[in-house]
């Protein structure tokens, strides 16, 4: 599926939510993995504010990405975000969003 850039030079950017382990099943426990490096996914809740605008955004992020002690109010600057649209079907119900993606976050502005 294509995958859109997002641009955030004019954007502030702030840790709403702690990093979490992205979870292929809640069941078994497994931890989502990236394809590309193997390394383990996360999940960071972000507070993004643009034009008068915030909203709130979940993004993954390869833990090889992810600075230490990232905590909620944490100013953050996002390398690479990208969404990209998603649709699946499970048990007869089709659902469909939109998914972000992130190369890594910095501490800091």
Known sequence: MPSFKIDLSTAVVFVATAPTPKL???QTGERAVDRETGAGLSTVGLLISDEGEGNLYQVTVPETGLPEGLTPGTAVSVIGLKARDWENTFNGQT???ISFRAVALTAGV
């Open 24 to 26: 292929v099943s809640k």
């Open 95 to 97: 659902r469909h969003g």
